[in-house]
């Protein structure tokens, strides 16, 4: 039986590869995708959404939700690595059709309407589940599992020198999630970093005739073009897609049962990921992170799936 996904994301080029993956992969049943403000702001999450969905033209159609805004977002412009739309210029025409719900509505009806059975995969920053902790706090019992792409254990930043870009963008509503009562693994920065790919990874993207290939073929060149002029790296990691692999196969990765926060307000470590790692720990449990993975397993398993989805996709 194939697993129900809520892919929850902020749609640039690494969410884009994931939500490509996901949609054609048979072991996952992608029931809705929920997007919301990070890499674009909410209007363009809305479209990017759409625009890829309707681009790889899945069989089964997931329900879109349309973003709402965060309460305080940073002054953060992420467009100098993902393009100005944050797809590499693909820019998708506005919406065609009205979704009928806010991300964070549609999420929870869907989870009510499936209990125990939902995982949220959460690509982008954590706005929507948290207003879902705050409007509608009576369905988080009946959500299976929260995956989270986001904070950093013993990694540097991305966002700053401490903080990963999600939980930097909205570090409240990370704050808020981590603390709620779910099931959750964190998929941080020390791992998702860590699984890189060199251009010749566009050796084996599916051809262009396929419509994953047409997306995948349009989007990939200029993130590594962009990652060697901006960051000075010829390698790029896939974070998100990484974090998709974490939920397919868990086995390959390395699970430490741990106690985490979220900072809020400091002016240093605003989305820093704090965790409690004494030799006796004052703080309960309250996620699972990943610390370790076997990297070749994971970049073998996104090429597999990324060529999948150009089979199903011809």
Same mark, same amino acid.
């Given at each position: 039986?194939?697993?129900?996904i809520?892919?929850d994301?902020?749609?640039g080029?690494?969410?884009?590869?994931?939500i490509t993956?996901?949609? &054609?992969? #048979?072991?996952?049943?992608?029931v809705?995708?929920t997007?919301t403000?990070?890499?674009?702001?909410?209007a363009?999450?809305s479209?990017?959404?759409?625009g890829?969905?309707?681009?790889?033209?899945?069989?089964?159609?997931?329900? +879109?939700?349309?973003?709402?805004a965060?309460?305080d #977002?940073?002054?953060?412009? *992420?467009? %100098?690595?993902?393009?100005?739309?944050?797809?590499a210029?693909? /820019? &998708?025409?506005?919406?065609?059709r009205?979704n009928? %719900?806010?991300?964070?509505?549609?999420?929870a009806d869907?989870? $009510?309407?499936?209990?125990?059975?939902i995982t949220i995969?959460?690509l982008?920053p +954590?706005t /929507?589940?948290? $207003?879902?902790?705050?409007m509608?706090?009576?369905? +988080?019992? +009946?959500i299976?599992?929260v995956?989270i792409?986001?904070g950093?254990v013993? %990694?540097?930043?991305?966002a700053?020198?401490?903080?990963?870009?999600?939980?930097? &963008?909205? #570090?409240?509503?990370?704050?808020?999630?981590i603390?709620?009562?779910t099931t959750?693994?964190?998929?941080?920065?020390?791992?998702t970093?860590a699984?890189t790919?060199?251009?010749?990874?566009?050796?084996?993207?599916?051809?262009e005739t396929? $419509?994953?290939?047409?997306?995948?073929?349009?989007?990939?060149?200029?993130? &590594?073009?962009?990652?060697?002029?901006?960051?000075?790296?010829?390698?790029? #990691?896939?974070?998100d897609?990484?974090?998709?692999?974490?939920?397919?196969e868990?086995?390959i990765?390395q699970?430490?049962e741990?106690?985490?926060?979220?900072e809020v307000?400091?002016?240093?470590?605003r989305?820093?990921?704090?965790f409690?790692?004494?030799l006796?720990?004052?703080?309960s449990? /309250?996620?699972?992170?990943?610390?370790r993975?076997?990297?070749?397993?994971v970049? *073998?398993?996104?090429?597999?799936?990324?060529?999948?989805a150009?089979?199903?996709?011809?």
């Amino acid at each position: 039986m194939s697993r129900k996904i809520i892919i929850d994301c902020d749609p640039g080029i690494d969410d884009a590869i994931a939500i490509t993956m996901a949609l &054609f992969d #048979p072991r996952l049943d992608v029931v809705a995708i929920t997007p919301t403000a990070g890499t674009v702001d909410a209007a363009q999450a809305s479209i990017n959404a759409m625009g890829i969905v309707d681009l790889l033209d899945p069989a089964r159609y997931p329900q +879109l939700g349309t973003a709402v805004a965060p309460t305080d #977002p940073p002054m953060l412009d *992420d467009s %100098h690595l993902n393009g100005p739309d944050g797809l590499a210029g693909l /820019n &998708f025409p506005s919406a065609t059709r009205q979704n009928d %719900h806010y991300s964070d509505k549609l999420m929870a009806d869907l989870i $009510r309407r499936h209990p125990d059975e939902i995982t949220i995969v959460c690509l982008g920053p +954590l706005t /929507n589940l948290a $207003r879902v902790c705050r409007m509608d706090p009576a369905v +988080l019992p +009946l959500i299976d599992k929260v995956v989270i792409s986001g904070g950093a254990v013993s %990694h540097s930043g991305n966002a700053t020198a401490v903080s990963e870009m999600n939980f930097f &963008f909205d #570090p409240s509503s990370a704050k808020q999630v981590i603390a709620s009562a779910t099931t959750k693994s964190l998929v941080p920065l020390d791992v998702t970093d860590a699984v890189t790919f060199g251009v010749d990874l566009l050796e084996k993207l599916p051809p262009e005739t396929t $419509r994953a290939g047409a997306l995948l073929h349009k989007i990939l060149p200029y993130k &590594f073009r962009i990652s060697h002029q901006k960051l000075g790296r010829e390698v790029i #990691p896939l974070q998100d897609a990484t974090a998709l692999i974490s939920v397919i196969e868990p086995e390959i990765f390395q699970w430490d049962e741990m106690a985490g926060d979220v900072e809020v307000n400091g002016a240093l470590t605003r989305g820093m990921t704090v965790f409690d790692r004494r030799l006796r720990p004052e703080w309960s449990v /309250n996620m699972e992170v990943a610390r370790r993975a076997s990297i070749t397993d994971v970049r *073998d398993a996104i090429v597999r799936s990324i060529r999948y989805a150009g089979q199903q996709t011809r």
